[in-house]
């Protein structure tokens, strides 16, 4: 089992790296052991760029590009190991313990719902956040980078996400650009390091060898040929910002593995356990947190406890909590109801996932959010220009 290392070894630690660097301040979470913040001091540009689905595994064995010569080493993600909760740590420098978001499905007890946490909107479907008057900004609460760095921010996202609830709930000052391709998401962050000539941090975020993991598996050939696209667009974009003062640092927010159907549980075939629950499954397909009705407890840990003792780990959510699994210090005030009564961390390549009444079922080949190597560790790359 692979834990973050919030010590001196996580996404946390570089975020605080890189807000010491740009002036700020991190008292809680230490500098990366990686990445001395006094070395970013005189760069006039401090580029991050976040490669979804990049798992240090997978990427060690995609050859020997342009990448591979500025690996620095691996730190790791947060957990649970997935986009929600790690994203939210680089748009916010905290870890999960205080930002509070948990995974891809989350039980918003001040809004009476289970929501898609980065769409937000109801997992049952509907309109988003601001659409239903919800002030997202308030409902998350969370301080962005652009207020913790002292540097003028720049966000790169794609179009799709660039101006939804949750980013705009979390660009404070940044400047938003949005992009439709992998050459335009390095030529947008290129124009913008080169101009306008002051110190500046840029955040560009390119999920594609996510989606691809998710639809054909990440040890594919699609995965593989388009790691190597991906390469290769960063070795031109290195180029055409030689000169411009940029340190750029390249890492993810998670690996995956890959999930076989056999090894895919779906509520459907376990009715007894589905009668125990509360609410649907929250959280990940492979760390899922469960609400138990107050009077089925006892067959809930009967049930897990023999019919699915090879496939997943239970655990009292509140013990992750206070063993650290989501960080250190004083937690969020509602991270305790945001992973219910007990977390199921999934064993070895399983996974498990339930259906409501009008959801489109699919199907996944790639999994993350678990605590396996292949999903916990993430590279860290960084390059001068």
């Given at each position: 089992m692979a834990l973050p290392d919030y010590r001196r070894g996580s996404i946390v630690n570089l975020m605080s790296s890189l807000i010491q660097a740009g002036g700020g301040s991190s008292p809680l979470y230490p500098p990366l052991s990686l990445l001395d913040p006094l070395a970013l001091r005189e760069q006039r540009n401090i580029i991050l760029l976040v490669l979804d689905g990049l798992g240090y595994d997978f990427f060690k064995r995609c050859?020997?590009?342009?990448?591979?010569?500025?690996?620095q080493g691996r730190l790791t993600s947060v957990f649970p190991s997935t986009t929600a909760a790690a994203i939210t740590t680089y748009l916010t420098g905290d870890a999960p313990q205080q930002h509070g978001i948990t995974g891809w499905f989350m039980y918003f007890r001040e809004l009476g719902a289970v929501m898609t946490t980065l769409q937000g909107a109801p997992r049952y479907g509907g309109v988003d956040l601001s659409h239903s008057g919800i002030d997202a900004e308030r409902l998350f609460a969370h301080t962005?980078?652009?207020?913790?760095?002292?540097?003028?921010?720049?966000?790169?996202?794609?179009?799709?996400?660039?101006?939804?609830?949750?980013?705009?709930?979390?660009?404070?000052?940044?400047?938003?650009?949005?992009?439709?391709?992998?050459?335009?998401?390095?030529?947008?962050?290129?124009?913008i390091a080169r101009?306008?000539?002051?110190?500046?941090?840029?955040?560009?975020?390119?999920?594609?060898?996510d989606h691809i993991g998710h639809s054909h598996g990440i040890e594919s050939t699609q995965a593989a040929?388009?790691?190597?696209e991906i390469d290769a667009a960063f070795?031109?974009?290195?180029e055409s910002?030689?000169?411009?003062?940029?340190?750029?640092?390249?890492?993810?927010?998670?690996?995956?593995?890959?999930?076989s159907a056999t090894d895919?549980?779906?509520?459907?075939?376990?009715?007894?356990?589905?009668?125990?629950?509360?609410?649907?499954?929250?959280g990940e397909r492979r760390v899922a947190y469960c609400y138990v009705k107050p009077d089925r407890r006892e067959?809930?840990?009967?049930?897990?406890?023999?019919?699915?003792?090879?496939?997943?780990?239970?655990?009292?959510?509140?013990?992750?909590?206070?063993?650290?699994?989501?960080?250190?210090?004083?937690?969020?005030?509602?991270?305790?109801?945001?992973?219910?009564?007990?977390?199921?961390?999934?064993?070895?390549?399983?996974?498990?996932?339930?259906?409501?009444p009008a959801e489109a079922r699919f199907s996944q080949i790639g999994a993350h959010g678990g605590t396996s190597d292949a999903e916990m560790y993430v590279p860290l790359i960084v390059a001068t220009a």
């Amino acid at each position: 089992m692979a834990l973050p290392d919030y010590r001196r070894g996580s996404i946390v630690n570089l975020m605080s790296s890189l807000i010491q660097a740009g002036g700020g301040s991190s008292p809680l979470y230490p500098p990366l052991s990686l990445l001395d913040p006094l070395a970013l001091r005189e760069q006039r540009n401090i580029i991050l760029l976040v490669l979804d689905g990049l798992g240090y595994d997978f990427f060690k064995r995609c050859g020997d590009g342009v990448l591979h010569q500025h690996l620095q080493g691996r730190l790791t993600s947060v957990f649970p190991s997935t986009t929600a909760a790690a994203i939210t740590t680089y748009l916010t420098g905290d870890a999960p313990q205080q930002h509070g978001i948990t995974g891809w499905f989350m039980y918003f007890r001040e809004l009476g719902a289970v929501m898609t946490t980065l769409q937000g909107a109801p997992r049952y479907g509907g309109v988003d956040l601001s659409h239903s008057g919800i002030d997202a900004e308030r409902l998350f609460a969370h301080t962005p980078i652009s207020k913790r760095l002292g540097l003028p921010t720049y966000l790169v996202t794609p179009w799709n996400i660039a101006y939804s609830d949750f980013n705009m709930s979390h660009k404070g000052s940044a400047e938003v650009h949005a992009y439709g391709s992998l050459s335009q998401m390095f030529a947008i962050t290129a124009a913008i390091a080169r101009n306008p000539p002051k110190r500046k941090f840029i955040y560009s975020y390119w999920p594609g060898l996510d989606h691809i993991g998710h639809s054909h598996g990440i040890e594919s050939t699609q995965a593989a040929h388009h790691c190597r696209e991906i390469d290769a667009a960063f070795g031109a974009f290195l180029e055409s910002i030689e000169g411009s003062g940029s340190t750029v640092v390249v890492t993810a927010d998670h690996g995956l593995i890959d999930v076989s159907a056999t090894d895919n549980i779906e509520l459907d075939s376990h009715p007894d356990l589905a009668e125990t629950l509360a609410l649907p499954l929250c959280g990940e397909r492979r760390v899922a947190y469960c609400y138990v009705k107050p009077d089925r407890r006892e067959a809930f840990e009967q049930y897990v406890t023999t019919e699915l003792a090879d496939c997943a780990e239970m655990r009292p959510s509140r013990e992750l909590i206070e063993d650290g699994y989501f960080g250190v210090g004083d937690p969020h005030p509602r991270l305790r109801e945001r992973v219910g009564d007990y977390t199921l961390i999934m064993k070895q390549r399983f996974a498990i996932k339930d259906w409501l009444p009008a959801e489109a079922r699919f199907s996944q080949i790639g999994a993350h959010g678990g605590t396996s190597d292949a999903e916990m560790y993430v590279p860290l790359i960084v390059a001068t220009a």
